[in-house]
């Protein structure tokens, strides 16, 4: 099937919001230019060896004590580092997804996991998100007839509307797919960049069944082209996305893995963050005022309390594709929101 995103993703225009990307500038390149030069000055032979498949030991060490910071419980030897939450969706898909499997998404969705499991001949059913979250109240009727494999979610900072899920509904997610041994893919690519108050706590960390499969990412806090995510899970289902991963790329290199390792736990990473916070609030109030004082009648939007992602619904007489070919007029880029949707069209956001 044709890849709505990828069609959306590549395009590098003068205004580009068709996918979360971070200003490049608010990002730590400086830093990384001298970190790539210390590590391979010491280790001159890092580029002529192979790297653990499972991620470099250090790092995930790491890892390890970054993820606590959240709330996730998890031992070096149950993290696996991925090239990034894009490899680590698909890692996830391969192992456990085949043709005519059910697997549960938001609607909408972040498009880049839609074209994975699509990709893999998966039945694809939906579930509504609101303010909080995934309509959990639909979900079980789904769960009871469908059973799916797979549930994925984005739970904080959800793309592509910003919600954040509430603890109960995350509760109640952890029961009912605990109930019917459901795996969650809980996507977290950016719970670190939240506005005002932290967002409740991880699935993973109230994981009782063993059944969460835990995604994190670094593209928005730290460096995407350095293409690292990190992925924890337990038992069997760990040790097959391990071997996925072996099958998939022998492990992913190891000059990002080593040049990221001494800013994870560091005094400056939580600095950075704080600046980053604090400078994307800035950015989404003042794309929230240009919407108020230049929108028409009819359009209404989500304000995300942290997160890349702002989600606008336009008045029934705007289509968002014919939106989008005035806008490349003027080289602005955005996603229309019928790509964010597994199943049926939506031509208004
Ligand atoms: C929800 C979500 N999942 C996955 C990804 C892919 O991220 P990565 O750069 O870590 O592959 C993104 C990137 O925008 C995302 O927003």
Same mark, same amino acid.
């Given at each position: 099937?044709?890849?709505q995103?990828a069609?959306? #993703?590549?395009?590098?225009?003068?205004? #580009?919001?068709?996918?979360?990307?971070?200003?490049?500038?608010?990002?730590?390149?400086?830093?990384?230019?001298?970190?790539?030069?210390?590590?391979?000055?010491?280790?001159?032979?890092?580029?002529?060896?192979?790297?653990?498949?499972?991620?470099?030991?250090?790092?995930?060490?790491?890892?390890? !004590?970054? @993820?606590?910071?959240?709330?996730?419980?998890?031992?070096?030897?149950?993290?696996?580092?991925?090239?990034?939450?894009?490899?680590?969706?698909?890692?996830?898909?391969? +192992?456990?997804?085949?043709?005519?499997?059910?697997?549960?998404?938001?609607a909408?969705?972040?498009?880049? !996991?839609?074209?994975?499991?699509? $990709?893999?001949?998966?039945?694809?059913?939906?579930v509504?998100?609101?303010?909080?979250?995934?309509?959990?109240?639909?979900?079980?009727?789904?769960?009871?007839?469908?059973?799916?494999?797979?549930?994925?979610?984005?739970?904080?900072? #959800?793309?592509?509307?910003?919600?954040?899920?509430?603890?109960?509904?995350?509760?109640?997610?952890?029961?009912?797919? $605990?109930s019917? #041994?459901?795996?969650?893919?809980?996507?977290?690519?950016?719970?670190?960049?939240?506005?005002?108050?932290?967002?409740?706590?991880?699935?993973?960390?109230?994981?009782?069944?063993?059944?969460?499969?835990?995604?994190?990412?670094?593209?928005?806090?730290?460096?995407?082209?350095?293409?690292?995510?990190?992925?924890?899970?337990?038992?069997?289902?760990?040790?097959? @996305?391990?071997?996925?991963?072996?099958n998939?790329?022998?492990?992913?290199?190891?000059?990002?893995?080593?040049?990221?390792?001494? @800013?994870?736990?560091s005094?400056?990473?939580?600095?950075? *963050?704080?600046?980053?916070? +604090?400078?994307?609030?800035?950015?989404?109030?003042?794309?929230?005022?240009?919407?108020?004082?230049?929108?028409?009648?009819?359009?209404?939007?989500?304000?995300?309390?942290?997160?890349?992602?702002?989600?606008?619904?336009?008045? *029934?007489?705007?289509? *968002?594709?014919? @939106?989008?070919?005035?806008?490349?007029?003027?080289?602005?880029?955005?996603?229309?929101? *019928?790509?964010?949707?597994?199943?049926?069209?939506?031509n208004?956001q």
């Amino acid at each position: 099937p044709r890849s709505q995103f990828a069609r959306y #993703h590549i395009a590098p225009q003068k205004v #580009h919001l068709s996918s979360s990307m971070i200003d490049p500038k608010l990002l730590p390149n400086r830093y990384f230019e001298h970190e790539v030069q210390q590590v391979l000055s010491e280790n001159p032979e890092l580029l002529s060896i192979y790297g653990n498949v499972q991620g470099d030991n250090q790092l995930r060490s790491e890892m390890s !004590a970054y @993820l606590k910071r959240s709330g996730v419980t998890s031992t070096p030897e149950n993290i696996l580092v991925t090239s990034g939450l894009q490899q680590s969706i698909d890692l996830v898909a391969r +192992t456990f997804v085949g043709p005519g499997d059910v697997v549960v998404m938001e609607a909408p969705t972040y498009p880049g !996991a839609i074209d994975i499991f699509r $990709g893999r001949g998966a039945t694809i059913l939906t579930v509504p998100v609101d303010k909080d979250g995934m309509r959990i109240d639909i979900l079980q009727n789904v769960c009871e007839k469908h059973k799916p494999k797979v549930i994925f979610t984005i739970p904080t900072f #959800h793309n592509p509307t910003g919600v954040v899920m509430s603890l109960k509904r995350r509760k109640q997610l952890l029961d009912i797919a $605990g109930s019917i #041994h459901s795996i969650i893919v809980e996507d977290d690519p950016c719970s670190e960049i939240y506005f005002e108050k932290k967002p409740p706590v991880t699935l993973k960390s109230m994981d009782q069944f063993g059944n969460v499969i835990y995604l994190r990412g670094l593209s928005k806090t730290i460096a995407p082209s350095c293409r690292i995510g990190i992925l924890t899970a337990s038992g069997s289902i760990f040790n097959r @996305l391990l071997a996925a991963k072996a099958n998939a790329d022998l492990g992913s290199p190891l000059l990002t893995q080593k040049a990221i390792l001494p @800013l994870i736990n560091s005094k400056r990473m939580i600095d950075h *963050s704080k600046k980053l916070r +604090t400078a994307l609030k800035i950015r989404r109030d003042l794309a929230l005022d240009l919407l108020t004082s230049l929108s028409p009648e009819g359009v209404s939007w989500t304000i995300p309390e942290g997160g890349l992602n702002l989600w606008i619904s336009l008045p *029934s007489w705007i289509d *968002s594709h014919l @939106l989008l070919s005035e806008a490349k007029k003027q080289q602005i880029t955005f996603l229309p929101g *019928s790509a964010c949707y597994p199943v049926g069209q939506e031509n208004n956001q």
